[in-house]
T-cell receptor, first 110, second 108 residues
Framework: EADIYQTPRYLVIGTGKKITLECSQT?????MYWYQQDPGMELHLIHY???????EKGDLSSESTVSRIRTEHFPLTLESARPSHTSQYLC?????????FGPGTRLTVT | QKEVEQNSGPLSVPEGAIASLNCTYS??????FFWYRQYSGKSPELIMF????GDKEDGRFTAQLNKASQYVSLLIRDSQPSDSATYLC????????FGAGTRLTVKP
């Protein structure tokens, strides 16, 4: 079982604020991912990284950025939060094809 | 056509029955196949992976892969109410692509 952590677990923030969602893993996994998922809906890939200083955009990345300065850390930043960003954000990591998910951050933008 | 397709369900089976979950994928070059279980309000949890044609068994779970038909399935034997969840099929060819999931309900 992977140890992958996300903070905060819940966040309520006003429109226009800049927010950073934290994700850390202790497994030494090279690959890390960010997904967005609304309740009862499918996962959408936002960003991914295959190693330090490597980041790629997924299907839903236009309003967020990520960085990968350390293997274990993969933060996601929204420069200006909007109500449309209200969702569950899931971080995952893995070595090969498999992915292990963190507990998620539930974001509400008012 | 979606890259990974699953019947959204809900699929309802009685306790003790076999639940059969199906998934098709579009990219013939896909190499790795995964099944995740997601309880309501929780994160997906990896339960099975399969790389080669045929069956792979792990306890009550069996994954089946047919690359010629681009089809992967998950069988859950002796289904329990605790198996009630959404099951996500995922296919990897470099990137991982998830299906929308099938909601399974096991009735006592």
């Amino acid at each position: 079982e992977a140890d992958i952590y996300q903070t905060p677990r819940y966040l309520v923030i006003g429109t226009g604020k800049k927010i950073t969602l934290e994700c850390s893993q202790t497994m030494g996994h090279d690959k890390m991912y960010w997904y967005q998922q609304d309740p009862g809906m499918e996962l959408h890939l936002i960003h991914y990284s295959y190693g330090v200083n490597s980041t790629e955009k997924g299907d839903l990345s236009s309003e967020s950025t990520v960085s990968r300065i350390r293997t274990e850390h993969f933060p996601l930043t929204l420069e200006s939060a909007r109500p449309s960003h209200t969702s569950q954000y899931l971080c995952a990591s893995g070595i090969h094809g498999e992915q292990y998910f963190g507990p998620g951050t539930r974001l509400t933008v008012t | 056509q979606k890259e990974v397709e699953q019947n959204s369900g809900p699929l309802s089976v009685p306790e003790g029955a076999i639940a059969s979950l199906n998934c098709t994928y579009s990219d013939r070059g896909s190499q790795s196949f995964f099944w995740y279980r997601q309880y309501s309000g929780k994160s997906p949890e990896l339960i099975m992976f399969i790389y080669s044609n045929g069956d792979k068994e792990d306890g009550r779970f069996t994954a089946q892969l047919n690359k010629a038909s681009q089809y992967v399935s998950l069988l859950i034997r002796d289904s329990q109410p605790s198996d009630s969840a959404t099951y996500l099929c995922a296919v990897s060819l470099g990137d991982m692509r998830f299906g929308a999931g099938t909601r399974l309900t096991v009735k006592p």
